[in-house]
């Protein structure tokens, strides 16, 4: 019975396919709408993923004061960074930073950049890649080694595109350095910022040749990476018991320091897009309900115009179940139909739109089969009352309908 | 009365509506009809042949009294049993013919069968044979509007027949049409009748149609006001 509904269905709506396209037209939208939102969204989200961990997965960063750029707190020493190796569980690495920042001068190219001291351990946390040359090593940063390993864009500008700069001498601040390696591009960062724009130098090098600055407390930053499965929450708070007992701090003293855990940024990023994706799937989904409802508005209309072909079924036999099952069969069809092509038209959709976006085009097949049974299920809601209606008709009176 | 009873009508009632606008259409009518006749149903407008009709036809149902079709007490039955009845026992033709608009012939003829389930092959061969059987051979793939009023009814003919019904309920079925196709309507049949054994009852109000059935009933005001008797036997 149901694959004789689908028969006489599939041959009704090939008799009239003006209508059926007029039928189909809103939940083709409906359905495109809902597909592209949620694609490109789950696209964005991604890509911030993706630039996220290209600062380093299960990044921490211990910085002084609260919040981003505050001054004037005191900052760390050596001795705070080897009694966090020493004294928290769960570190994988750990390494002092030091940021600042002047001109890079190569010859006659100036360019003023960031100039970074730390440890061999950063290029493990941090994520480096070495493009040219090597990184420099323990052993540099023991003897304060004049020798630095520079991003693509200083390389760009003091040396210009495709020059290998490994063993030419640049000048930072009156310094002058060896270069020695130059870092895989990494591109832009989760805030839009250069993350090629650095020259990474032996901290200790920048302590004792530039800045004349003592062994004391003169850390801007000290960078931890967390053990692979360890909760970086341990970490944290580990970290952040330690340093107040260092810095002397009374317990109803505020935190001087602060200490950010990129897995806890990278979490709140992406679920304040997947929210966005998620509110924005909402409006589409609400275009494919006024997609149902024209479906039931065009299906009463011809339920009404096609009163007599209702009336000569049920005369020759046809019992008022299999009218109804064949008006829903019809309304089922139309609508699965409308979310397959609605499927393609998002494809098409994001195609054209992930580049404008700048975010990546990831095929989902969840969201294709969650689309196309919520079409279905809408050509069932939708399709009910009209099919009712057809199916309770009197045979009499539905012959006599003009 | 050798014949075996087809139909057998006792005390049949119809009342439209309720209360002060209940309209009465039949007030107890009792009618037998037998296998194999020819019935020509005669009477003006708004004597009740056509709720007779619809009653008979198992298209309606009577308000009291019995009726037997074929020994099934069809007052009792709802209204799928009423479908399966029709789909199984009767046929129709309509005076507007009724076909699927923008459909051939042939899919018109098989949709009778589509509802019982046929295959493909079963259903275009006895659609065709149908087509045949009318004189309709060569249109089977021309849609209503390409053929001619007798055409469209012979199509319609073949709609009803093609499930080799037991009876035929054809109403007013040449008043559409001029007086030659009429004729050859009326031929066709009175050759079903006559050659295929189908009962066959008509509504008309035309003598020169009633006059090729060989019994007349003719109703008047809800109750039967004459009737030539039952013909065969």
Redesign the interface.
């Known amino acids: 019975?149901l694959l004789?509904a689908l028969?006489?269905a599939v041959?009704e709506i090939r008799?009239?396919l003006t209508r059926s396209f007029l039928t189909v037209i809103g939940i083709v939208i409906g359905v495109a709408a809902v597909v592209t939102m949620v694609t490109l969204g789950r696209g964005a989200t991604l890509a911030v993923k993706q630039e996220i961990s290209k600062m380093g997965s299960n990044l921490l960063v211990v910085r002084p004061g609260q919040g981003w750029g505050s001054r004037g707190a005191p900052q760390f020493s050596m001795r705070d960074v080897s009694a966090i190796r020493e004294q928290v569980p769960g570190i994988a690495g750990i390494a002092p930073f030091i940021q600042t920042n002047g001109a890079a001068v190569y010859q006659e190219n100036d360019f003023n950049c960031d100039i970074q001291g730390t440890t061999a351990n950063y290029f493990v946390i941090g994520n480096w890649q070495i493009g040219l040359g090597r990184f420099f090593t323990d052993a540099h940063v023991d003897e304060a080694a004049p020798v630095c390993v520079i991003g693509e864009t200083v390389r760009k500008e003091l040396f210009g595109p495709g020059v290998d700069p490994v063993g030419s001498k640049i000048r930072v601040k009156s310094t002058s350095f060896e270069v020695i390696g130059v870092t895989a591009i990494k591109g832009q960062g989760g805030f839009g910022e250069d993350l090629d724009d650095n020259i990474l130098t032996p901290y200790t090098s920048i302590l004792r040749r530039m800045s004349g600055r003592g062994s004391g407390h003169n850390i801007n930053q000290i960078m931890i990476s967390g053990r692979e499965g360890y909760p970086s929450v341990h970490i944290v708070a580990d970290v952040t018991s330690l340093m107040r007992e260092r810095r002397h701090l009374a317990p109803n003293e505020q935190d001087n320091f602060s200490v950010f855990d990129s897995l806890q940024i990278a979490d709140v990023i992406t679920s304040s897009t997947r929210v966005l994706t998620s509110l924005l799937g909402a409006v589409a989904g609400v275009s494919l309900l006024v997609g149902g409802i024209g479906i039931m508005n065009i299906m009463l209309v011809s339920v009404t115009e096609r009163t007599?072909?209702i009336?000569?079924?049920?005369?020759?036999?046809?019992?008022?179940?299999?009218v109804l099952l064949q008006f829903l069969v019809e309304a089922v069809t139309l609508s699965c139909v409308g979310g397959v092509a609605g499927i393609l038209l998002a494809y098409a959709l994001c195609d054209l739109l992930a580049e404008a976006v700048g975010a990546p085009f990831i095929f989902d097949p969840r969201i294709n089969v969650i689309a196309f049974v919520f079409s279905a299920a809408i050509g069932i809601l939708f399709g009910f009352m009209p099919a009712r209606r057809a199916a309770s008709l009197d045979?009499?009176e539905a012959?006599r309908h003009e | 009365m050798s014949a075996e009873t087809l139909i057998e009508l006792r005390g049949l009632t119809k009342i439209y509506g309720s209360g002060n606008a209940a309209f009465t259409a039949l007030r107890g009518v009792d009618l037998s009809i037998g296998s194999g006749e020819f019935v020509a149903v005669m009477g003006p407008s708004g004597s009740g042949k056509s709720t007779l009709m619809n009653i008979l036809g198992c298209l309606d149902s009577p308000t009291s009294g019995s009726y037997t079709f074929k020994g099934i007490e069809v007052e009792s039955l709802n209204k799928d049993q009423r479908s399966l009845i029709r789909r199984h026992a009767l046929g129709f033709i309509f005076q507007g013919f009724n076909l699927l608009a923008r459909t051939s012939a042939l899919e018109n003829v098989e949709l009778p069968l589509l509802y019982r389930g046929y295959s493909r092959t079963l259903r275009h061969k006895m659609a065709r044979e149908a087509l045949a059987s009318v004189g309709l051979p060569d249109k089977e793939r021309n849609a209503p509007s390409e053929l001619s009023g007798g055409q469209q009814q012979r199509v319609a003919i073949a709609r009803a027949i093609v499930t080799e019904p037991n009876t035929l309920f054809a109403d007013e079925p040449t008043g559409n049409l001029d007086s030659k196709t009429t004729i050859e309507i009326m031929n066709l049949l009175q050759h079903l009748n006559a050659e295929l054994g189908i009962t066959v009852i008509i509504v008309t109000h035309e003598d020169s149609v009633a006059a090729y059935a060989r019994r007349t009933i003719k109703v008047h005001d809800g109750l039967i006001a004459g009737d030539s008797g039952r013909s065969n036997g």
């Not at chain 1, 000569?312 to 008022?320: F, K, S, V």
């Open positions: 019975m004789n028969f006489i041959r008799r009239n007599r072909e009336g000569i079924r049920l005369a020759i036999g046809a019992r008022a179940r299999e045979p009499i012959l």
